[in-house]
């Protein structure tokens, strides 16, 4: 079975569409994804964050084309990265440096260290970080 | 049953739906298909042509083809079985695609007998071969001769083994599995569709 591994570090709308595509895209495909956030990537999956993501400075002109291509919402397709066995996994210590709880995440994550991330990669066909 | 005759099991409708989803939906559709089912799926967007082909051959399924309609994409896809890959064939009159195209070459016009569903027939098929798709073959043996030689495809060869016993439990003595099929055919072929 085909392993994708994928770091998620930054934060912004257009960053959480390349790293759920691909995720969903993969899943769908039958590939074993885990996605490991970290820093400003610790956004994409936070309980509130994650429904109202920026969009890059200077690009706002951009949330009409996503309406206009009917582009699913992110929470969608967290939603369906979940349904699909994506292992998402949360940064310990981001999550200490930045004082926050696993209760200020969705449901279903897991959360480790790089040890934890590194082991799902380390024999993954696939590795890319957004 | 689609406007353009192609005949699936099942359509899923995907038509303004952005990229992962058409892939998603299908692969979700795809989960509750029967084994050797057909699907079609319906989208818009552009990039699916590329994507649903790639799927299929990551997930072992089927790609059989596209039709455009205007705007809308219709991608059939076939499910593929598990043990597929791997049949217990027991027929034992078996011919080649080489000495089936030798045959057609020389002795005129032999009946081709071939079992896929309609979909994969009307994307490829051998000119003059006869469609009944194994599912319904049972009922209709009554259009075929029993007097003359009849070569039985579909495009492994696993579908064809079983139409060829099922037609000599029928008492057709002259039937000939065709081996591996479509998936290897370099023979004259043409689309309906």
Redesign the interface.
């Known amino acids: 079975m085909?392993k994708v591994a994928i770091i998620a570090s930054n934060g912004g709308l257009f960053d959480a569409y390349k790293v759920f595509?691909i995720a969903?895209?993969s899943a769908?495909?039958?590939?074993e994804v885990a996605i490991f956030f970290t820093f400003e990537g610790l956004n994409l999956i936070h309980k509130e964050a994650h429904a109202q993501l920026p969009l890059p400075a200077g690009k706002e002109q951009f949330a009409e084309g996503f309406k206009a291509?009917?582009?699913?919402g992110i929470p969608q397709l967290v939603e369906?990265a979940q349904e699909?066995g994506v292992k998402m996994i949360a940064c310990q210590m981001t999550m200490d440096v930045m004082n926050l709880p696993k209760e200020a995440f969705i449901d279903g994550i897991d959360v480790g260290g790089a040890v934890t991330f590194l082991d799902f990669a380390k024999d993954a066909n696939v590795t890319l970080s957004f | 049953m689609a406007a353009n005759g192609i005949k699936a099991n099942h359509t899923l409708d995907c038509k303004g739906l952005a990229c992962p989803m058409p892939i998603v939906r299908t692969k979700k559709a795809m989960d509750q298909l029967d084994p050797g089912h057909v699907i079609e799926v319906e989208a818009t967007d552009k990039g699916s042509l590329a994507d649903i082909q790639g799927w299929a051959k990551n997930t072992g399924h089927h790609y059989l083809g596209t039709v455009h309609e205007g705007e809308v994409l219709k991608h059939y896809i076939r499910k593929a079985s598990a043990g597929e890959a791997q049949p217990e064939r027991k027929f034992p009159r078996i011919v080649s695609n080489e000495e089936l195209e030798q045959v057609l070459a020389s002795a005129g016009k032999p009946t081709i007998l071939d079992v896929r569903e309609p979909a994969e027939y009307a994307f490829s098929h051998i000119p003059g071969a006869k469609t009944i798709p194994l599912g319904e073959l049972e009922n209709r043996v009554g259009e075929l001769s029993q007097e003359e030689d009849i070569y039985v495809v579909c495009r492994t060869g696993t579908r064809s083994d079983l139409a060829c016993q099922l037609l000599e439990s029928k008492g057709f003595a002259r039937v000939h599995n065709v081996e591996p099929g479509m998936s290897g055919w370099a023979g004259a072929s043409e689309r309906e569709a």
């Not at chain 1, 769908?28 to 590939?31: L, V």
């Open positions: 085909t595509n969903t895209a769908a495909t039958e590939a291509a009917n582009v699913p369906m699909l």
